[in-house]
């Protein structure tokens, strides 16, 4: 999620559970907290992309360390806040819930979270809540102003944050029940007209949990669609497009180490395309497009160039990972809000083209980023794509 919302959280439940014993520097502290697990992104600068795949949301993410860093955390807070009749068991508690609900929060997102590092490197993905969702985060921070200014002597603040907290977690409950009513709608779609799938997720568009993405893929192909809540229409478009997995297969029989990493962070729901110049491209379909499917015009957020070595057909000298893009002009917020409420006739296509520098949208120059170095794209590109969309 958004470092505003983890910030929010953190200091939210700083304040439900120390807020009259510590008065504001809980929310302080869980602020801090909320915010922690994320600096996993600091070793951005000293290590390249495959590296900073699993390494974001990887362990500073996990349920064991919610538990150790809440215990030592709790030991340097008791020992700094001496004068507070506090007793240890309180202040794990408070450092415990700020780290793991940072941690859960991020596992309603698509991107992945490890919960079980290192056990396990699953990436937990509940896919129920967008990055950034307004409706989570104005009415937990609402109560969490409200309870601030309000005296530390009554109990009246304490219960504008626990509202706050409970609308925030019933909100998560709603889009669950949510994606359960539109998968059941896009896989019965899928059936009616006989698309062959082999694996299916859904998760919501921007800022939203009414409309929602739907991804189904098999062998050679995978098939996109928009379901709304509220759409004016029973019929459900998909939209066809190739894989191209025979452009990576080599590297996929030689168990190519960069290939396995990016078909693992993927899951298995990409697209491989090769453009004019040769270059070859990764796309992680989970993330959509940079006009959330509702043009012909956008790029796939997430992406990656495959550096092919000419001395060794089938296998990578590495890959480099691009910054994510999502449209934010005008136009497309309105295509968005009108699809959001119904209107169907909004319909995407196949992109034109394939990464040509457009003056009209803010995509990224890929031939300027192709002149870079092996190492990957520069240390500030890589800490803004774990800022936008892996936090």
Same mark, same amino acid.
């Given at each position: 999620m958004d470092s505003i919302t983890q910030i929010t959280l953190g200091a939210a439940v700083g304040e439900a559970t120390l807020g009259r014993s510590?008065? *504001?520097?809980?929310? +302080?502290?869980?602020?801090?907290?909320?915010?922690?697990? %994320?600096?996993? +992104?600091?070793?951005s600068p000293f290590v390249?992309?495959?590296?900073? &795949?699993? /390494?974001?949301?990887? !362990?500073?993410?996990?349920?064991? !360390?919610?538990?150790l860093g809440g215990a030592g955390i709790a030991y340097g807070l008791k020992k700094l806040h001496s004068? $507070?009749?506090?007793?240890?068991?309180?202040w794990f508690l408070f450092s415990f819930l700020a780290l793991i609900t940072h941690s859960l929060l991020d596992a309603f997102t698509v991107y992945g979270t490890q919960l079980l590092n290192p056990f396990s490197d699953y990436p937990v993905a509940w896919n129920s809540v967008f990055i950034i969702d307004p409706l989570y985060t104005i009415p937990l921070l609402s109560g969490l102003i409200i309870s601030l200014i309000l005296?530390?002597?009554? *109990?009246?603040?304490?219960?504008? +944050? @626990? =509202?706050?907290?409970?609308?925030?977690?019933?909100?998560?409950?709603?889009?669950?029940?949510?994606?359960? #009513?539109?998968?059941?709608? /896009?896989?019965?779609? @899928?059936?009616?007209?006989? #698309?062959? $799938?082999?694996?299916?997720?859904?998760n919501p568009t921007a800022l939203n949990s009414v409309l929602w993405m739907g991804l189904a893929v098999d062998?050679?192909?995978?098939?996109? =669609?928009?379901?709304?809540?509220?759409? %004016?229409?029973?019929?459900?478009?998909?939209?066809?497009?190739?894989?191209?997995?025979? @452009?990576?297969?080599?590297?996929?029989?030689?168990?190519?180490?960069? #290939?396995?990493? &990016?078909?693992?962070?993927? *899951?298995?729901? !990409?697209?491989?395309?090769?453009?004019s110049q040769g270059r070859l491209?990764?796309?992680? @379909?989970?993330?959509?497009?940079?006009?959330?499917?509702?043009?012909?015009?956008?790029?796939f957020i997430f992406r990656f160039e495959l550096l092919e070595d000419p001395e060794n057909p089938g296998r990578l000298r590495g890959f480099r990972q691009f910054r994510p893009v999502v449209e934010g002009r005008a136009s497309t917020l309105d295509l968005l809000w009108r699809r959001i409420k119904g209107d169907t006739s909004i319909q995407g *296509?196949?992109?034109?083209?394939?990464?040509q520098p457009d003056p009209d949208f803010e995509t990224e120059n890929l031939e300027d980023a192709h002149t870079r170095s092996d190492d990957g794209p520069p240390a500030s590109s890589r800490a803004e794509i774990n800022r936008s969309f892996g936090s």
């Open positions: 510590v008065g *504001r520097k809980a929310a +302080v502290w869980g602020a801090v907290l909320g915010t922690l697990p %994320d600096l996993d +992104v600091l070793s390249d992309d495959y590296t900073q &795949l699993s /390494l974001h949301r990887g !362990f500073s993410h996990s349920v064991l !360390f919610a538990v004068r $507070y009749p506090v007793p240890f068991r309180k005296s530390r002597q009554s *109990r009246v603040g304490q219960r504008f +944050v @626990l =509202a706050g907290l409970i609308f925030s977690t019933a909100y998560l409950g709603w889009t669950q029940a949510a994606k359960s #009513i539109i998968d059941d709608e /896009l896989e019965q779609s @899928l059936q009616e007209q006989d #698309i062959p $799938y082999q694996k299916f997720m859904s062998e050679s192909h995978a098939y996109v =669609a928009l379901r709304g809540l509220l759409d %004016d229409s029973p019929s459900i478009h998909w939209m066809k497009m190739p894989r191209n997995p025979d @452009l990576i297969q080599a590297a996929v029989d030689q168990k190519d180490p960069y #290939i396995e990493r &990016l078909l693992w962070f993927s *899951r298995g729901y !990409f697209r491989v395309e090769r453009d491209f990764f796309h992680d @379909l989970r993330f959509g497009r940079s006009d959330g499917y509702l043009s012909d015009r956008g790029n *296509r196949p992109q034109q083209r394939l990464y």
